[in-house]
Every structure is written in structure tokens, then in C-alpha cells.
């Protein structure tokens, strides 16, 4: 008898254990979870940090763009004026040219 009742202390011990145990693991999985969970998080707003940057990165490389094109645009226009402005000089040294010769009649 004492010895079923040696027994029967040791199974409830070993049950005891092993109640605790399932108690720690169900802990430990739910801490887990709770630690995917905003690691999913994190990942997603890594991700809309990434596609932000991205869209920065393509509206950055349209300004760069237009800005060369402009940069282009502003050159042929000085390219167009200083053509007009060395015409100028010529036909105002012919007119000057014109004006000493009727003046020298």
C-alpha cells in the first residue's frame, strides 16, 4: 500500500510537471506570436518605406530630367540670341558704313 501510495504521489508530481510545463510552452508560443505579429508589422512598414523611396527616387529622376531639358532649352535659346545680337552688330556696321558714306557725298 505504501508503495501504490509512493507511486501515486510520484504520477501526481510528474503531472504537476508537466501541467507547468505546457503552461511555459503555451507562454512561450504566445509571446512568440505576439513577436511575429509586429515583426510583420515592421516588414510591412519597411515595405511602404521602400515604395516611398522608390516613388522619390522616380520623381527625383523626372525633375532631374526636365531640368536638363530645360538646362538645353535655355542653352540653344543664348546660342540663338548671341546669333541674333552678332547680326545685329553686323547690320549696324553696315548702316554706320551706309551713314559715313552718304555723309561723305
Keep these: 500500500v505504501a508503495e501504490l501510495a509512493s507511486m501515486t504521489d510520484?504520477?501526481?508530481?510528474?503531472q504537476q510537471q508537466l501541467a507547468e510545463r505546457d503552461a511555459e510552452l503555451a507562454s512561450e508560443a504566445e509571446h512568440r506570436q505576439a513577436v511575429q505579429q509586429q515583426l510583420a508589422e515592421r516588414?510591412?512598414?519597411l515595405s511602404d518605406k521602400v515604395a516611398e523611396l522608390a516613388s522619390m527616387t522616380d520623381q527625383k529622376q523626372a525633375v532631374?530630367?526636365?531640368l536638363a531639358e530645360r538646362d538645353a532649352e535655355l542653352a540653344s535659346e543664348a546660342e540663338h540670341r548671341q546669333?541674333?545680337?552678332?547680326?545685329?552688330?553686323?547690320?549696324?556696321?553696315?548702316l554706320?558704313?551706309?551713314?559715313?558714306?552718304l555723309a561723305s557725298m
Design 64 to 66: 532631374q530630367q526636365q
Design 43 to 45: 516588414e510591412a512598414q
Design 96 to 101: 554706320s558704313d551706309k551713314v559715313a558714306e
Design 10 to 14: 510520484q504520477k501526481q508530481a510528474v
Design 83 to 94: 546669333a541674333v545680337q552678332q547680326q545685329l552688330a553686323e547690320r549696324e556696321a553696315q
